[in-house]
């Protein structure tokens, strides 16, 4: 069983910054993701990095603005998210996985355990 607590959302102006944070605690996993969705949209993969801290991978839509890292002795993972936009606004989760293809991490059914979400909420 893994826990999994995200903090760090909240209401920013376009162009600002924020770092989310997901604390883990339990069963260690092989991946660890962040998801968002948005009103009234499917949720959707932002960013994903193995538990080592190998292989970030990056939705289009964030790459270059967004940074996925892990700190094991903290066993968080953080997503730094910079030049933010409306479209950003969502709720973001963080999602662990046991699956070890780094081109599956783009799929939100490959994930087991996901935190609650914390709301992003971009301003133009």
């Known amino acids: 069983q893994v826990q999994l607590v995200e903090s760090g959302g909240g209401l920013v102006q376009a162009g600002d910054s924020l770092r989310l944070s997901c604390a883990a605690s339990g069963s260690s996993m092989y991946a660890m993701g962040w998801l968002r969705q948005a009103p009234g949209k499917e949720r959707e993969f932002v960013a994903a990095?193995?538990?080592?801290?190998?292989?970030?991978l990056y939705a289009s839509s964030v790459k270059g603005r967004f940074t996925i890292s892990v700190d094991n002795a903290k066993n968080t993972v953080y997503l730094q998210m910079n030049r933010l936009k409306p479209e950003d606004t969502a709720v973001y989760y963080c999602a662990a996985t046991t699956e070890r293809l780094v081109r599956l991490w783009l799929s939100p059914q490959m994930y087991d355990y996901w935190g609650q979400g914390t709301q992003v909420t971009v301003s133009s």
């Open positions: 990095i193995k538990w080592s801290g190998g292989s970030p």
